[in-house]
């Protein structure tokens, strides 16, 4: 039992290592350029904000 424990902690632990962001230097300039943009649109009123991941949630589902 002791070694199944330790088996799924190692496979969790290779999972978790796998959840890593990438340098800023990897991510494309054309992704950038947009998020940018769309930072600008919602800052002009162009585009909708959420309070909370849930109430984003709740607005795609209806």
Do not use: C, H, W
């Not at 054309?30 to 002009?44: C, H, L, T």
Request: charged share 40%; no cysteine; aromatic share 6%.
């Amino acid at each position: 039992m002791l070694a199944d424990i330790i088996s799924r902690l190692d496979r969790i632990e290779e999972k978790i290592d796998e959840n890593i962001y990438p340098p800023e230097s990897a991510i494309k300039l054309e992704f950038i350029g947009q998020v940018k943009k769309a930072e600008a649109d919602i800052r002009k009123g162009k585009g909708k904000t959420y309070e909370s991941m849930d109430a984003f949630i709740r607005a795609i589902s209806e």
